[in-house]
């Protein structure tokens, strides 16, 4: 099978894929994925970089050489963007503010995971092979639709409980939880051992509807919970720009966690797909991993459209289990190879997107697993 876009390796050389705008392909070693496109965004004081790759030497002398290439050296980045936490956009963060004291940008809800939860890039379907450890059956209540609790206050309680089910090695479903590889853990108790910081330190927190001053230019923030909950992209109306981080990716699509602080991270993911979909004037899309693109609402909607045939299934799988797991799902849903903790991740979400829209029900065993039921 031919490589996608997303795992290609990254190649050396910077394109400027706009005025005033280089991409810069990092290498990086995760499942699915071959590079991280870094973007330099240039201007009279030096520049600003957006999501500058995983922590560690190989990133750092990779961005040199990529900055070299402009003409510029890590003392001319005055600001860092970091479209979402996790470790291949914000890894080289901390060294920029303590080489050239760049200030750090991300949303007001920039926060490294939960406790003991580490994310993947990209969906199960896109990854050969996957990691998991099994977790004890347990798992807090389900969560019940108060129409007085604000979402805010809503979302707080979902993600204390999450909280509390995590710290006791439990999952929500009473499953596997995705970890990291070793060698991943490995690299970074030695970088703390060496008292390399690496979780940055948000000095310029931003939310919706904030504009960021780029190049001369306007770039409006859009946050797009849903791959995670602090995501967000920019918007320059002035070139028709959109930075898409992970959010919309040309090929694959990003992972939706069912270990989130959102009650229904589906839906809240769709939402955020039709938010950016309809932003007027778009002209070309620049992602994370992959290569610039031009369709935006185009690319929401097949990505929509890739959940809606995955939520269907699930309903056929249910009308022919029954009562079932979110493992016996997962494992009707995924082939073998994908089994494991990430897979009943997004099983979960799904299952949980359509139990809160009336179309399965759940309850929990003696054991203390969710059993769902498809309508």
Known sequence: M????????????????????????????????????????????????????????????????????AGMTPKHVHTVVITHSHPDHFGCAMRFAKESGA?????????????????????????????????????PALDEIDPDESHDTREARVEDELRHTLAGGRTPWGGERPRPPLRIKLKWMAMRWLGQSIIPVVSDPVEHGD????AGREWFVFHTPGHTQDHFCL???????FLAGDHVLPTITPHISGIS???????????????????????QVLPAHGHPFHDLTARCNAIKEHHDERLDKVKEIGRDLGAASVRDYSRRLFKPRSWGGMAESE?????EHLRMAGDASARRDENERLIYETG
Not at 105 to 130: C, N, Y
Not at 271 to 283: C, F
Not at 347 to 351: F, I, M, S, V
């Open 2 to 69: 031919a490589k996608r876009q997303e795992q290609e390796d990254a190649r050396t050389e910077v394109t400027e894929v706009a005025p005033n705008v280089l991409r810069m392909e990092l290498p990086i070693r995760m499942p699915g994925l071959g590079h991280v496109n870094s973007y330099a965004i240039i201007d009279n004081d030096g520049c600003t970089v957006l999501d500058p790759g995983m922590p560690g030497p190989g990133t750092w002398k990779a961005l040199q050489d990529r900055l070299k290439q």
């Open 103 to 139: 200030k750090i940008v991300a949303h007001r809800k920039f926060s490294f995971g939960l406790p003991q939860v580490e994310e993947p890039e990209v969906s199960t379907d896109d990854l050969a092979a996957h990691q998991g450890s099994h977790g004890h059956n347990h798992g």
């Open 211 to 214: 504009v960021l001053m780029l």
């Open 235 to 241: 918007h320059d109306p002035e070139t028709g720009l």
């Open 261 to 283: 602080s959102s009650p229904d991270p589906l839906a809240t993911f769709f939402y955020s797909l039709d938010r950016v979909g309809e932003i007027d004037g778009v002209e």
């Open 347 to 351: 099983t979960y979400a799904h299952l």
